[in-house]
């Protein structure tokens, strides 16, 4: 073995010397050809080691000594080894060097004779070599090696001299297949002791030759291309490391995915792309529309839409009005109504209404752009659901643990989410095991759906007539507290009762756990789209009675205005310059519908995050600590029993953020400051919940593989983002907007604003050509078009997945032929056991028994093998229906056929399994 | 390089236990780190199967190590190493009773340590069954080397 010190280097060098000397003693007592040769190698080795020691001598006196007893150690060493191992090694190396050898052997041969007395050189020197060490240490080493190198340089100057072009080709490749070697050593599966040797051999042979051919430039490309491969490698290593530490929250993620599963993971995956997305909107929506405003539009006071009315400056600034987004945030750029209509802002031009209805417009089209890539690129990823690998459980079993894991707190989470994805695993086997009484499992289903449709339309109903009767009640005077909050008092209810009914009633279908969820999640959401109509009636009643009131408050301002001018010219005569302009607090302003639209969905995005966070801190937190502390004085187990600690709720969570970011996405138009409380939201919402469910929350009792796309979420999230398009969509296209607040104020219809810049700011031609695209002539066959294109795209991804199906069918059949390949040998067998089991009997006589059995055999045999992707099954089929046959054959009217005594069953035959079954007889 | 390589590791074998290891390495002493020391190497420590691997690398079968067998181990949890090297000694490791099977109970035993005995038996036996009959390709009810390469070597994960 090698030293480790610094000597280590020279220890190696002397090593190989030994080794060759070693090697040339126990290889002279073979003395066949092939130890010849071995000697000369081990002569060669010698030469260089001895050469390499030489330079040494002069450079470096002192370690002399040491590297003797070094040498002397790994003598000793190596004789043992030898010892032990010669076979091995003999064998290893002749693997090794085959190749070289074949290639070197005809120049080796003519010198091997000449070689071979080289080698009983050798073998004395060798011989007395160990005799010396055995007697002292240092003086004679120095002389011996003397005697070595210079007999070793003679020798090898020999060689050089002998040397032709081709043998130093050959040479050159031997050298190169040793350089490798020495490159690859590390990978080669031999254990420590024979690698250090190959590679002592090896090295020492390059040192030698590199030396004859040239230069050892070789080696160094060599080491310098291995360390480059290996820098390469950790620094792909670091890189994967970096990316994934980029990942926001990854690691939170995967901590809760190892205790909880994969699908609480889920809703944390998708809070993360949620917040994602809404960073975009917002960096859009600040980028373009709030921030230049802030810095270029008219600051606040300048006019009455940036000003807080005189009649309000009072409690402007109270706290309560402040939290119900009055006061100084109603007049801020928060809400639509701070933007002005100016066709551009400061010295840049800015055009902040057109910019405002583009990001308004661009918020819908991105997202949905985001929603649909995702869908469609998380659908290739998992495609199904669960995994229809081969090797599910064996790869859970010998794979999963990471090797790398050194740290006591990630071997934990190692164990948590390794003993998670058995059970989700189990689960789903166990899913796949049940077979029960399918019609009674159906009938139930049928059953469930029908009790859940029924209960829908009930609600359904409820709000409708709930919404009814508080629109009567609108018109009404000294109502009762329930009759004011009838609405909110029920759909708070049905909010609360729903779903848990729903999940009553889902106990009776039995599905898997994934696919409850599936179900709960659309049954709840179509119970919450109530929630939302109510909502959206109750926000579109405001409006109008606003538009209403809008058109009488715009005269009434018009009048007080001019109103105004008249009275400063009648108390000023002698100004005739223009009055001061009034002060913007005093102005009649409209009520602007626009800002009341949008404080409502920022209120509402506030109680929902109010709502939520309590709920967890109530709903589980404080459960947790009750059951945990309470449980020591208590008459139960809580722990156990009743309160127990929650479990997270997937569904109600999922649906939360998606109800939520369908609000964002209708506020986000009236009140850009939204989407900067809910990128707030989501990042505090990633951290508590995290924090909450691994705190206060137990796994599902039974921990379900999640989906791996996320697209049922995203499916529903792109619902809603259609249900929340339409309402802006049209309020948009068809409302006026407000004659003093906001951006599009002045115009007829907000989307003007684009057809005005198309009038004035660009050229002609582009007008006209916008009318054109306008043209129905033209927008009907596009929409053609696209119907067409949309066709064919769907019938091509019809097509690919149907090839798809194929292509795994195939797979799953190579899979089985192979795994029957291996058995085959038996069950082959056994059809062959069987049909010599029959065929004496059959025939009467011995001889066409004989060659019918060969016919048979022939015919058979090769039909059973090929056809072996059929699967145990079918040959055990076959098999059935050949021993049934005799019986019907009739009686057996003679013995059986002097037949050898067939392979018993179990016990194999002759020639088992393989080619055609020896002929008896 | 290599030497380097080695170097460092005899620096750490030297490092578990000073007093028995000495520096000098030039008269190959009969130097082997009992399994408690080596058990206790930070890259080991949290391995659920730091016994076995310490087991099926040393020379005597007890975990304890050589200087050689401890390089061999690092050679071979490298990530130099091959993959057919790394299968060869992975199906080691899993087979604790060194029948050159991976039987019944030797998955139950990786299954346990793996889990920490987290599963029922239930779930325990049916996993074993599992993986015998979604890996054992000749039937026999235990999996030969050749099985497990077979396997192994589709693994997505088994880069280590």
Same mark, same amino acid.
């Given at each position: 073995m090698p030293k480790k010190s610094d000597t280590a280097r020279k220890l190696e060098d002397v090593g190989i010397e030994i080794d060759g000397d070693v090697e040339s003693a126990e290889e002279d007592k073979k003395a066949k050809s092939k130890g010849a040769k071995k000697t000369a190698a081990g002569k060669r080795g010698k030469a260089a080691a001895s050469e390499d020691g030489e330079d040494?001598?002069?450079?470096?006196?002192?370690?002399?000594?040491?590297?003797?007893?070094?040498?002397?150690?790994?003598?000793?060493?190596?004789?043992?080894?030898?010892?032990?191992?010669?076979?091995?090694?003999?064998?290893?190396?002749?693997?090794?060097?085959?190749?070289?050898?074949?290639?070197?052997?005809?120049?080796?041969?003519?010198?091997?004779?000449?070689?071979?007395?080289?080698?009983?050189?050798?073998?004395?020197?060798?011989?007395?070599k160990g005799k010396d060490k055995e007697n002292d240490k240092d003086s004679d080493k120095d002389e011996k090696k003397k005697k070595n190198s210079s007999g070793d340089d003679s020798k090898s100057d020999e060689e050089e001299e002998s040397m032709s072009e081709g043998e130093m080709a050959k040479l050159m490749e031997e050298v190169e297949e040793k350089k490798k070697l020495i490159a690859n050593i590390r990978i080669k599966p031999w254990r420590m002791r024979r690698r250090l040797q190959v590679l002592k051999e090896a090295q020492q042979f390059v040192d030698k030759f590199e030396g004859a051919l040239g230069k050892g430039k070789g080696r160094k490309l060599y080491a310098y291309k291995v360390m480059m491969m290996k820098k390469w490698i950790k620094f792909q290593r670091d890189f994967e490391n970096f990316r994934t530490s980029c990942i926001p929250w990854e690691r939170k993620i995967k901590e809760v995915e190892s205790h909880f599963g994969s699908s609480v993971a889920s809703y944390f995956i998708f809070l993360r792309w949620m917040y994602g997305m809404n960073l975009v909107l917002f960096s859009l929506t600040f980028g373009l529309v709030v921030i230049p405003e802030v810095l270029m539009g008219l600051p606040y006071g300048s006019i009455s839409r940036k000003t807080v009315p005189r009649e309000e400056q009072a409690t402007a600034m109270d706290y309560s009005v402040l939290t119900d987004f009055n006061g100084y945030c109603k007049y801020s750029v928060l809400f639509y109504g701070y933007y002005n209509n100016q066709r551009t802002i400061g010295?840049?031009?800015?055009?902040?209404?057109?910019?405002?209805?583009?990001?308004?417009?661009?918020?819908?089209?991105?997202?949905?752009?985001?929603?649909?890539?995702?869908?469609?690129?998380?659908?290739?990823?998992?495609?199904?659901?669960?995994?229809?690998?081969?090797?599910?459980?064996?790869w859970k079993m010998f794979t999963s643990w990471d090797y790398l894991i050194g740290n006591a707190e990630t071997a934990d989470n190692k164990y948590a989410s390794i003993t998670t994805s058995f059970k989700e695993s189990i689960v789903d086997e166990q899913e796949n095991q049940k077979d029960e009484n399918i019609h009674l499992r159906r009938f139930l289903?049928?059953?469930?759906?029908?009790?859940?449709?029924?209960?829908?339309?009930?609600?359904?109903?409820?709000?409708?007539?709930?919404?009814?009767?508080?629109?009567?009640?609108?018109?009404?005077?000294?109502?009762? !507290?329930?009759?004011?909050?009838?609405?909110?008092?029920?759909?708070?209810?049905?909010?609360?009762?729903?779903?848990?009914?729903?999940?009553?009633?889902?106990?009776?279908?039995?599905?898997?756990?994934?696919?409850?969820?599936?179900?709960?999640?659309?049954?709840?959401?179509?119970?919450?789209?109530?929630?939302?109509?109510?909502?959206?009636?109750?926000?579109?009643?405001?409006?109008?009675?606003?538009?209403?009131?809008?058109?009488?408050?715009?005269?009434?301002?018009?009048?007080?205005?001019?109103?105004?001018?008249?009275?400063?010219?009648?108390?000023?005569?002698?100004?005739?310059?223009?009055?001061?302009?009034?002060?913007?607090?005093?102005?009649?302003?409209?009520?602007?519908?626009?800002?009341?639209?949008?404080?409502?969905?920022?209120?509402?995005?506030?109680?929902?995050?109010?709502?939520?966070?309590?709920?967890?801190?109530?709903?589980?937190?404080?459960?947790?600590?009750?059951?945990?502390?309470?449980?020591?004085?208590?008459?139960?187990?809580?722990?156990?029993?009743?309160?127990?600690?929650?479990?997270?709720?997937?569904?109600?969570?999922?649906?939360?953020?998606?109800?939520?970011?369908?609000?964002?996405?209708?506020?986000?138009?009236?009140?850009?400051?939204?989407?900067?409380?809910?990128?707030?939201?989501?990042?505090?919402?990633?951290?508590?919940?995290? !924090?909450?469910?691994?705190?206060?929350?137990?796994?599902?009792?039974?921990?379900?593989?999640?989906?791996?796309?996320?697209?049922?979420?995203?499916?529903?999230?792109?619902?809603?983002?259609?249900?929340?398009?339409?309402?802006?969509?049209?309020?948009?296209?068809?409302?006026?907007?407000?004659?003093?607040?906001?951006?599009?104020?002045?115009?007829?219809?907000?989307?003007?604003?684009?057809?005005?810049?198309?009038?004035?700011?660009?050229?002609?031609?582009?007008?006209?050509?916008?009318?054109?695209?306008?043209?129905?002539?033209?927008?009907?066959?596009?929409?053609?078009?696209?119907?067409?294109?949309?066709?064919?795209?769907?019938?091509?991804?019809?097509?690919?997945?149907?090839?798809?199906?194929?292509?795994?069918?195939?797979?799953?059949?190579?899979?089985?032929?192979?795994?029957?390949?291996?058995?085959?040998?038996?069950?082959?067998?056994?059809?062959?056991?069987?049909?010599?089991?029959?065929?004496?009997?059959?025939?009467?006589?011995?001889?066409?028994?004989?060659?019918?059995?060969?016919?048979?055999?022939?015919?058979?045999?090769?039909?059973?093998k090929p056809g072996s992707a059929g699967g145990g099954v079918h040959l055990q089929k076959d098999v059935s229906l050949a021993s049934a046959n005799p019986s019907a054959r009739g009686p057996v009217t003679r013995a059986p056929g002097p037949r050898g005594p067939g392979p018993l069953p179990g016990q194999p035959g002759p020639g088992r399994g393989q080619g055609p079954p020896p002929r008896r007889q | 390089m290599f030497l380097k390589e080695i170097l460092r590791l005899f620096h750490r074998y030297h490092d578990l236990a000073p007093q028995l290891v000495p520096l000098d390495y030039t008269n190959q002493p009969e130097v082997s780190l009992p399994y408690e020391l080596i058990g206790s190497m930070p890259e080991l420590k949290d391995n659920p199967f730091r016994q076995r691997i310490a087991e099926v690398f040393s020379e005597d079968g007890e975990g304890n190590m050589t200087l050689d067998d401890f390089l061999d181990m690092f050679s071979v949890l490298s990530e130099m190493a091959p993959r057919d090297l790394k299968a060869y000694y992975a199906f080691k490791i899993y087979d604790f009773n060194n029948d050159d099977f991976i039987c019944k109970s030797d998955l139950e035993k990786t299954l346990n340590k793996l889990t920490r005995d987290e599963l029922t038996e239930d779930e325990v036996r049916m996993v074993c069954e599992k993986v015998i009959d979604e890996a054992d390709l000749d039937n026999d009810g235990r999996l030969s080397l050749e099985d497990f390469q077979h396997m192994i070597m589709r693994a997505p994960d088994f880069l280590r």
């Open positions: 040494e001598d002069e450079d470096d006196e002192p370690p002399r000594g040491r590297r003797a007893a070094n040498k002397k150690k790994a003598a000793h060493a190596d004789e043992e080894d030898s010892d032990d191992d010669i076979p091995q090694r003999r064998c290893a190396g002749n693997r090794r060097r085959g190749k070289v050898r074949e290639s070197g052997r005809d120049g080796e041969n003519e010198k091997s004779g000449r070689k071979n007395r080289k080698g009983g050189n050798k073998k004395k020197d060798g011989k007395g010295f840049l031009k800015f055009r902040l209404p057109l910019s405002y209805l583009l990001v308004g417009i661009g918020t819908f089209g991105y997202s949905l752009m985001v929603v649909i890539r995702t869908m469609a690129k998380n659908a290739d990823v998992g495609g199904g659901d669960g995994e229809d690998n081969e090797f599910t459980f064996a289903r049928v059953l469930a759906n029908f009790f859940i449709t029924c209960t829908l339309g009930g609600s359904g109903y409820l709000i409708y007539f709930v919404v009814k009767r508080s629109q009567d009640f609108a018109n009404m005077d000294n109502l009762s !507290w329930y009759e004011k909050n009838e609405l909110e008092i029920i759909m708070s209810l049905l909010g609360l009762v729903g779903p848990m009914l729903f999940e009553t009633i889902a106990e009776l279908e039995e599905y898997h756990p994934r696919i409850a969820l599936k179900w709960q999640l659309g049954r709840i959401f179509a119970l919450f789209l109530g929630n939302l109509y109510t909502f959206l009636l109750a926000l579109f009643d405001e409006v109008n009675s606003k538009l209403e009131e809008e058109e009488s408050i715009k005269n009434a301002s018009l009048w007080y205005i001019k109103e105004y001018y008249a009275n400063y010219s009648a108390n000023n005569p002698n100004d005739t310059g223009t009055p001061p302009p009034m002060d913007p607090a005093d102005i009649i302003r409209g009520p602007c519908w626009e800002t009341t639209v949008g404080i409502e969905f920022v209120k509402l995005t506030i109680s929902d995050i109010q709502v939520t966070y309590l709920t967890i801190l109530i709903g589980d937190f404080l459960r947790a600590l009750i059951v945990r502390f309470l449980n020591y004085c208590w008459c139960w187990d809580l722990e156990a029993g009743w309160p127990s600690y929650g479990e997270f709720d997937i569904s109600g969570n999922v649906l939360g953020l998606v109800f939520n970011q369908g609000m964002i996405w209708m506020g986000a138009f009236y009140a850009p400051g939204l989407l900067g409380i809910n990128v707030l939201r989501l990042l505090t919402s990633m951290y508590y919940q995290c !924090w909450a469910v691994m705190a206060c929350n137990v796994p599902h009792a039974r921990v379900f593989k999640a989906s791996k796309s996320n697209n049922f979420y995203m499916g529903l999230l792109l619902l809603i983002l259609f249900l929340s398009l339409l309402p802006v969509v049209y309020t948009i296209m068809s409302l006026p907007p407000s004659f003093d607040c906001g951006p599009f104020s002045g115009k007829q219809r907000m989307f003007d604003v684009i057809m005005e810049t198309i009038d004035l700011d660009l050229p002609a031609f582009m007008g006209t050509l916008f009318s054109y695209v306008a043209n129905p002539g033209l927008i009907i066959p596009a929409v053609l078009l696209m119907v067409l294109a949309i066709y064919y795209l769907n019938s091509v991804s019809e097509a690919y997945k149907n090839a798809n199906m194929e292509l795994k069918k195939k797979m799953q059949m190579a899979r089985d032929e192979e795994k029957n390949r291996r058995n085959n040998k038996d069950s082959t067998n056994q059809v062959m056991k069987d049909l010599e089991d029959l065929l004496p009997n059959r025939s009467p006589a011995p001889p066409e028994n004989s060659a019918e059995k060969k016919h048979d055999q022939g015919g058979k045999s090769p039909k059973v | -």
